[in-house]
């Protein structure tokens, strides 16, 4: 109560608050790109709060774990809430990293928000092409799982990479040996990588001439001669890919170009992982379609400074390293709708958790009655995933009774040491408690 009653306060004088979004309407709703970044956004926790807390984004990442639990064999919604989760191994970012994008996607679409056209930077354009349509979830997810799986075997290890605050002209007179110009990123932010060695060396350079960067988190040298021997594997197995004409318009940072969606087969996921990145080429591109708001889908934004150098457009995160998510999400979401951008009909609440939930017509009835609802399992492991895989089934069930779950688990309840009561009136309670358990 107090935080809306600063943000008010903050409305009537014309001051600023957190959280607080002021506009006007335009003629027209405002066109909004996705933006999907590459390597470099994750955190420890990052989208945790919103896993336990937002129905949208949680079915979106339990659906991704599923298929990469087929495709790696691991759980990455595991790795995602380990506090030693392997968040820096390609082999898990880089699926986790499409995971979360996809879900940070159905949420903004859940709330009203759809692209006019999507851009994806690296590894960002597996998400990116499969909301544009270009490729389906089943593709999309393999080629996620196993561009990072090779890179994991094949790559990590031999390079970095660091992005220099300068244009890439200025950072070219300090390359030597197989230091390479692995991308634009923007006016003033150029990725470098080559062998540690050399990107070690390079950084005492530029140190010693006041050039300021930061090294990228990924452990290998992608966009550079350094990853050419992966290139053959990849392409041999993402051979049966089925690309298709978008759905989305979709600019490329392989071409800097509009791609159609056909071409998007193993070939260019070669060209993908080799080629220099191209953000500033695309971004000149998202010119031409007249865009009033770009929303970078990612952990952390990465690539909003360059935008904000390039385009005339408002720039928003979905998450901020470190920072409250649901307030993050919709804060930006404010700023939108203070531009003239519609969101959901439904009226949803936010609470202290990012609690998104959608009530029914009249709401919950006052008098509902409290069920006692038991889980138990033999591990603390196994007992966040019992409560990962009975939250699937409670919200694949939309005619679940809650007295039905309670009566069948307390009926079933197998005498185990790890074990948790849930106390609740309705199928919302159940969830929000199992995802509380799942997320520790």
């Known amino acids: 109560m107090s935080e809306l009653r600063t943000q008010l306060d903050a409305f009537a004088t014309g001051t600023t608050a957190a959280g607080l979004s002021v506009g006007e309407r335009t003629a027209r709703p405002p066109r909004v790109a996705f ?22 984004f949680r079915r979106s990442m339990m659906r991704s ?42 949420a903004w679409k859940s709330l009203g928000v759809e692209p006019a056209v999507v851009v994806g930077q690296s590894v960002g354009e597996f998400a990116a092409a499969h909301v544009a349509g270009a490729l389906d979830f089943e593709d999309a997810s393999r080629l996620a799982a196993s561009h990072g799986r090779l890179l994991q075997q094949l790559a990590v290890g031999r390079g970095e990479g660091i992005v220099v605050t300068t244009g890439a002209d200025v950072v070219k007179q300090y390359l030597t040996g197989q230091l390479t110009v692995s991308g634009h990123n923007g006016p003033n932010s150029t990725l470098v990588t080559g062998t540690p060695q050399e990107i070690d060396g390079l950084v005492a350079r530029l140190t010693e001439e006041g050039v300021t960067t930061h090294r990228v ?8 001669p350094l990853v050419d ?15 298709r004409t978008t759905d989305i318009p979709m600019i490329s940072t392989v071409t800097g170009e509009l791609v159609d969606g056909t071409e998007l087969g193993p070939d260019y996921w070669a060209n993908n992982l080799r080629w220099e990145i191209q ?33 005339p457009a408002t720039t928003l995160p979905s998450l901020r390293r470190g920072n409250d998510e649901a307030a993050t999400l919709l804060g930006s979401l404010g700023a939108l709708y203070a531009a003239g951008h519609p969101v959901t009909a439904s009226l949803f609440l936010a609470g202290d958790r990012g609690r998104h939930v959608t009530p029914g017509p009249s709401g919950p009835a006052a008098d509902e009655q409290v069920h006692l609802v038991p889980v138990s399992a033999h591990s603390a492991g196994a007992l966040a995933d019992t409560c990962r895989e009975l939250s699937n089934h ?43 358990v799942a997320a520790g």
Do not use: C
């Open 217 to 224: 988190r990924m452990g290998h040298a992608p966009h550079s």
């Open 65 to 106: 774990d599923k298929r990469m639990r087929e495709l790696l064999g691991f759980s990455l919604v595991d790795q995602l809430l380990a506090p030693d989760g392997r968040l820096d191994d390609m082999d898990v970012f880089q699926p986790l990293l499409f995971s979360l994008q996809v879900a940070l996607a159905d």
């Open 394 to 436: 409670v919200e694949r069930d939309a005619g679940l009774r809650v007295s039905d779950l309670a009566y069948t688990l307390a009926t079933r309840r197998s005498h185990q040491n790890h074990r948790i009561a849930l106390f609740a009136r309705n199928r919302q309670d159940v969830l929000d408690g199992l995802a509380r």
């Open 35 to 56: 933006l999907f970044s590459g390597n470099g956004s994750q955190w420890v926790g990052m989208g945790r709060q919103l896993l336990a807390g937002m129905p949208v």
């Open 279 to 311: 953000v500033v080429e695309a971004l000149t591109k998202l010119r031409e379609h007249d865009v009033d708001a770009v929303v970078e889908i990612s952990p952390h934004p990465v690539l909003l400074k360059s935008v904000a150098e390039m385009l």
């Open 229 to 243: 021997h992966v290139l053959a594997p990849l392409k041999t197995e993402l051979a049966d890919l089925r690309p």
